[in-house]
């Protein structure tokens, strides 16, 4: 088989796990306000998507968080709870490296600027494998939008068809099959594995 397909991976869930409420947990003495409304605007609300989108710089969403949830913290001390909410999937992380030389690897996440730099800094051997990073920070794009999509398809300079895409989230899985993406909606490891093997890919 040709290597002509192209891998794009998201980070969230996929490269790495996190959890907010590690963060909520080590400031819940800080906030001014129910800790449920905190957690509204967090997972019901998309309270990061500008952020995300970087139409805010990073000291204007600490200033925005902190008088939304009247947040009695420093920018340094929020940086570090914000952050600090990760841990790695080795197993993918290894497959990850594993590929690389064999196919065009891509990155391609919705991520906020504070987030990207802690991770990069921490686990900048994550990263080596991967030709070319799309953060949604950096293009003004967040997907399911089609710019985070067509910046993707320029980078590779190879057709939709081929790239295999491999997100957590069913409903960007679900946008991405209407650009012709060939699509895995990650779930584990063993079942991503099962997944590539079902489009002729070996995982050796």
């Avoid at 990061?48 to 989108?53: C, D, Q, T, V, W």
């Avoid at 993918?92 to 990069?120: A, C, D, R, T």
């Avoid at 957590?168 to 779930?187: A, W």
Wanted: net charge negative.
């Amino acid at each position: 088989m040709e290597n002509k397909k192209v891998f794009a991976f998201d980070l969230g869930r996929v490269l790495f796990d996190f959890d907010y409420n590690i963060a909520l947990e080590k400031i819940k003495d800080k906030i001014g306000v129910p800790m449920e409304e905190v957690i509204k605007e967090l997972f019901d609300n998309d309270f990061g998507l500008s952020f995300e989108k970087g139409e805010l710089s990073s000291r204007e969403f600490y200033s925005l968080f902190k008088n939304t949830f009247k947040a009695d913290l420093s920018y340094e001390c929020f940086v570090d709870v914000w952050c600090d909410i990760f841990s790695p999937k080795e197993d993918v992380i290894s497959f990850v490296k594993s590929l690389k030389g064999k196919y065009p690897l891509y990155l391609i996440s919705n991520i906020n600027e504070l987030h990207f730099e802690y991770l990069f800094k921490k686990y900048e051997q994550v990263f080596s494998p991967f030709d070319h990073l799309i953060l949604s920070y950096e293009v003004k794009s967040i997907k399911p939008e089609e710019k985070i999509y067509q910046i993707l398809k320029d980078k590779a300079g190879v057709s939709f068809e081929d790239i295999i895409y491999i997100d957590d989230r069913k409903e960007l899985i679900v946008e991405g099959k209407n650009f012709n993406l060939e699509c895995i909606q990650f779930t584990n490891f063993n079942q991503l594995i099962v997944d590539l093997k079902n489009l002729g890919i070996s995982a050796n």
